[in-house]
């Protein structure tokens, strides 16, 4: 019964993780994991420092990991780079509270209300496809040239996974569950908080992970487009004033805020769902 | 004359056409009453309406007609003084053993200090000593019914429904789970409503045996089992357990055939 309702679900909901591939997917790497991955970025400085070296690439392709290390201790001296990074930092973390917290309401009311459900799936599904920064003009008419154009469509970047995830979770509940807090004589508050939510967590951490991977990638793309401010505008600024080495330093600024987003959520993901593999 | 710890009287069911279904009366007027502490199985076809009529007694489905009593009030709704053990493993896999046989009493409102105590008995009682701290996900599913029988037991219900509980185990776990459940019903003496397809498995379990029919339900046949109170498996070997299984047998399978032949139409 769960699985055909799972199955009925999965083409419309693409992003969502299937129920299978959540469960191993999901795990941060232990120990060994951990090492080989650290490895991974060690081989990579190797062949970096190794292939500039060896002039396998031009300096103005790719600069020397000494170009990039001195370009960006003299960038974190400037107030400028913090003031990029906060902006950034900001943006993404607006977004990502406000898509999840809009995500999971729009899950439950979807589940509540199984024809509104059906009524926005497919609109909430194409508008995955539509790049939001074409939306950019618009909310600058609408709300100017500032920071909230790039929240606005982070949010709604980041707004969309959670939403349908929270809803294909909610929807895969196993009825017993469901038959108990019935049976128990629970109300609508406390089967929410007490069964339908902890039993649909491993979708809601899936869907908060990729809330977070969006908001950031919207954040990012929105200000290498037109923002003002924030990293995303000054890696296009560099870019457009040949200043490669300093365009490289604020690229790998942008993996590490990524890593340190996903391993936040995957900590959080691993604290939440101990007790759950192998079943 | 013990009291009447359930009083089934006039219990209609019935299920309004629904698209191409058409309408069914699941449960047709069951007139019927299980004295305080009596273990009473009711065995019929799959479709007979059995697990529907555990649900009017639990206040989970309000019956078309008639009234459902236990110990002389009214059931109106989801009532806590039954507690229902379900065929499929209800347990919690996000708490473990403890924090599931909680969860019941903690939504029930039963007062902080006592549940970690009752919790505790509970455990004990069916056997899941040493596991407390273990999530169902490291359970067989035995241990995990188990888990859901504490939690249910905790609840101290008055009327404990069970709905084919064994029915997703394998036969060893079967027995063993069964012989369990009297032993504990020895011990908390409640009233016991225990649903199953199996004849062998309501003659070992029971005080008394109701047979059901198939659509409309009805009970169409209620038998005394007057096998000793300290049964064990080895009991099948009776003759007195063949006659009470042939008895059931002769009222079931006209039943069964008829619910086959509906179901496989």
Redesign the interface.
């Known amino acids: 019964m769960t699985a055909r309702v799972r199955e009925a679900v999965r083409p419309a909901a693409a992003e969502t993780v299937p129920p299978a591939a959540r469960r191993r997917a999901v795990r941060l790497p232990g120990p060994a994991g951990a090492w080989s991955t650290a490895g991974l970025v060690v081989l990579a400085v190797v062949v970096w420092i190794a292939g500039s070296a060896a002039s396998l690439w031009s300096e103005a392709t790719l600069p020397k990991p000494g170009s990039v290390w001195t370009a960006f201790t003299a960038a974190v001296r400037t107030g400028q780079f913090w003031a990029d990074c906060g902006s950034t930092v900001w943006e993404v973390g607006m977004a990502f509270a406000g898509g999840a917290v809009l995500g999971l309401v729009v899950g439950i009311v979807f589940w509540k209300a199984p024809t509104a459900g059906k009524i926005f799936e497919p609109y909430l599904v194409s508008f995955y496809a539509v790049p939001m920064v074409l939306f950019y003009p618009v909310m600058i008419v609408i709300v100017g040239i500032n920071q909230w154009p790039v929240v606005i469509l982070s949010t709604v970047m980041a707004f969309i996974p959670m939403a349908l995830n929270t809803w294909v979770g909610l929807r895969g509940i ?4 469901l ?2 807090a ?5 109300g609508r508050r ?1 089967t929410l908080l ?2 339908a939510l ?2 649909a ?1 491993p979708f809601l951490l899936a869907g908060l992970r990729l809330a977070g991977v969006y908001a950031l990638i919207g954040a990012i793309a929105m200000e290498f487009t037109t923002a003002s401010s924030g990293i995303g505008h000054r890696i296009r600024y560099l870019y457009e004033s040949f200043d490669n080495a300093t365009m490289v330093a604020y690229i790998l600024v942008v993996f590490v805020i990524s890593l340190a987003l996903t391993s936040a959520l995957a900590l959080l993901e691993r604290a939440l ?7 | 004359m013990a009291t009447a710890g359930l009083k089934l009287d006039g219990v209609t069911v019935r299920f309004d056409a629904n698209g191409d279904d058409e309408p069914v009366t699941a449960v047709d007027g069951i007139t019927h009453e299980i004295g305080e502490h009596r273990f009473v199985s009711i065995v019929g076809p799959s479709g007979c309406g059995k697990s529907t009529l555990l649900n009017v007694v639990a206040g989970l489905q309000r019956p078309t007609s008639g009234t459902v009593e236990i110990n002389g009030a009214r059931v109106t709704g989801p009532d806590r003084r039954t507690g229902m053990v379900f065929q499929e493993d209800s347990t919690l896999p996000w708490k473990t053993v403890t924090e599931n046989v909680v969860f019941g009493m903690r939504v029930l409102g039963v007062p902080k200090g006592e549940r970690a105590a009752r919790a505790r008995e509970m455990v004990e009682l069916v056997g899941l000593q040493g596991f407390e701290s273990a999530y169902p996900s490291m359970l067989s599913g035995g241990m995990r019914q188990r888990v859901a029988l504490a939690r249910t037991l905790a609840q101290r219900p008055s009327v404990l429904l069970m709905d084919e509980p064994f029915a997703a185990l394998d036969q060893q776990t079967r027995l063993l789970l069964g012989a369990e459940v009297r032993r504990i019903w020895g011990q908390t003496q409640q009233t016991v409503l225990f649903v199953t397809h199996d004849m062998s498995e309501a003659l070992l379990m029971s005080q008394q045996v109701w047979v059901m029919s198939y659509r409309p339900g009805r009970i169409i046949d209620v038998i005394d089992v007057d096998l000793p109170d300290d049964r064990d498996a080895g009991v099948v070997s009776t003759p007195r357990f063949n006659d009470l299984r042939n008895r059931i047998w002769e009222s079931l399978q006209k039943e069964a055939m008829r619910g086959f032949m509906a179901e496989s139409a």
């Open positions: 196993r009825p017993v569950h038959k108990l019935r049976s128990l004589g629970c406390q007490h069964i902890p039993a967590a769902l101990k007790g759950r593999s192998g079943s």
